[in-house]
Antibody, heavy 114, light 106 residues
Framework: QVQLVQSGAEVKKPGASVKVSCKASGYTFTNYDINWVRQATGQGLEWMGWMNPNSGNTGYAQKFQGRVTMTRNTSISTAYMELSSLRSEDTAVYYC???????WGQGTLVTVSS | SYELTQPPSVSVSPGQTASITCSGDKLGDKYASWYQQKPGQSPVLVIYQDNKRPSGIPERFSGSNSGNTATLTISGTQAMDEADYYCQAWDSSTWVFGGGTKLTVL
């Protein structure tokens, strides 16, 4: 079955970077965009950007421009989202989602704390 | 930037019909999707392209989108439908989410 499995929870200090992975299975990885969405505790969903795994093309929400980088490794069907210059407000669960949102990963908790 | 507005909460009695609205400028000209999210779980797509149900989503979930408002309707609401619901639309190649609506089944 179609599945997205994300990497485990991370704890980072302010100013550091974090890289979250999203491994796809059950479908052809390069056929569907990957979107990244985050959710702070008790808050709503916030879209961060998308990546086309076939071309590597990306599009980022204006809020994250210059701080986020989305990449992929097609040989292992894995997408990555790296967020730099972390601050406490970046503490959230980060999700990857396939295509139109039909399948989501289980989420990765990123905690930014000194 | 484009914005979508949802009511913070909606209450419904079991077996009744729940309607959750999502408002945005000329939203009817865009495709709307709806997600259900239960505590501690990832969002689940329940409606896409205004009114299509992914496989496995019960028929009691339906959607519409016209003018400035998209609506998620849950007919014969069950206790298991209690969750947060988010609308989402595409605008200039970006995803935009509404603020979310907490559906309480009383």
């Amino acid at each position: 079955q179609v599945q997205l499995v994300q990497s485990g929870a991370e704890v980072k200090k302010p100013g550091a970077s974090v890289k979250v992975s999203c491994k796809a299975s059950g479908y052809t990885f390069t056929n569907y965009d990957i979107n990244w969405v985050r959710q702070a505790t008790g808050q709503g969903l916030e879209w961060m950007g998308w990546m086309n795994p076939n071309s590597g093309n990306t599009g980022y929400a204006q809020k994250f421009q210059g701080r986020v980088t989305m990449t992929r490794n097609t040989s292992i069907s894995t997408a990555y989202m790296e967020l730099s210059s972390l601050r406490s407000e970046d503490t959230a669960v980060y999700y990857c989602a396939r295509g139109q949102g039909t399948t989501w990963g289980q989420g990765t908790l990123v905690t930014v704390s000194s | 930037s484009y914005e979508l507005t949802q009511p913070p909460s909606v209450s419904v009695s079991p077996g009744q019909t729940a309607s959750i609205t999502c408002s945005g400028d000329k939203l009817g000209d865009k495709y709307a999707s709806w997600y259900q999210q239960k505590p501690g779980q990832s969002p689940v797509l329940v409606i896409y392209q205004d009114n299509k149900r992914p496989s496995g989503i019960p028929e009691r979930f339906s959607g519409s989108n016209s003018g400035n408002t998209a609506t998620l309707t849950i007919s014969g609401t069950q206790a298991m439908d209690e969750a947060d619901y988010y609308c989402q639309a595409w605008d200039s190649s970006t995803w935009v989410f509404g603020g979310g609506t907490k559906l309480t089944v009383l």
